[in-house]
């Protein structure tokens, strides 16, 4: 006997009369459904639901280096990843190699976490990065590579849904593994500006 009879002569012997004409694989399914929808309704408040939002973009840079008192001038690409937590990872490299009077280059590569908030069509943010530097230093006699470890913040403004202007991007880097001379270790300090795309 299939499983369908069953139900079937279940449902006549509790009298409800629908005799075979009983339509058990839609009721069965409907059971189903309706044990499985409460399940699937506890979901988190949409006030509160993750979400990301991938964006890049460029900069100028300039920085003032504490080897030799160097103040150099570069650009840098980045790419952020924001939740609507307020929080965000960023990924970014750096080259400065203009307006350098000693041949001095300095290319960094870093990632972190950022918390941001928005105020209006501002987006204020502080971040922490770290990661790997290098330098070419003394005209390209010596060299200096580290962990870099990169403290910072920011403020963007937004055109529209998906153009922000990066209005300024502070960062204090720290060379703790490149130490020359007087100099207890390399630092550089300085400032970026420029535009960050929303992608998706």
């Excluded at 160097?70 to 307006?99: I, M, N, P």
């Excluded at 390209?140 to 153009?163: E, K, T, Y």
Aim: with cysteine; charged share 15%.
């Amino acid at each position: 006997m299939s499983f369908q009879r069953l139900v079937q002569l279940w449902i006549e012997m509790r009298g409800f009369g629908l005799g075979r004409s009983l339509p058990c694989p839609a009721i069965l399914l409907a059971v189903c459904l309706g044990i499985t929808l409460p399940g699937r309704a506890q979901v988190v408040p949409a006030a509160d639901q993750g979400g990301l939002n991938l964006s890049a973009g460029g900069t100028a840079s300039g920085y003032y280096l504490n080897y030799g008192e160097q103040k150099l001038l570069g650009v840098s690409a980045f790419v952020d990843v924001d939740t609507r937590r307020h929080l965000s990872a960023e990924a970014e490299v750096r080259r400065l190699q203009f307006h350098n009077t000693n041949d001095v280059t300095v290319t960094t590569y870093l990632a972190g976490g950022r918390y941001f908030r928005n105020v209006g069509r501002f987006q204020i943010y502080a971040k922490f990065l770290s990661g790997f530097g290098h330098a070419d230093l003394e005209f390209g006699v010596a060299q200096a590579n580290s962990l870099v470890i990169a403290p910072g913040g920011g403020v963007d403004f937004l055109l529209n849904h998906r153009v922000h202007l990066r209005l300024a991007d502070f960062e204090y880097q720290r060379w703790p593994q490149a130490v020359y001379g007087s100099t207890p270790s390399l630092a550089s300090t300085g400032i970026s500006s420029g535009i960050r795309i929303r992608v998706f």
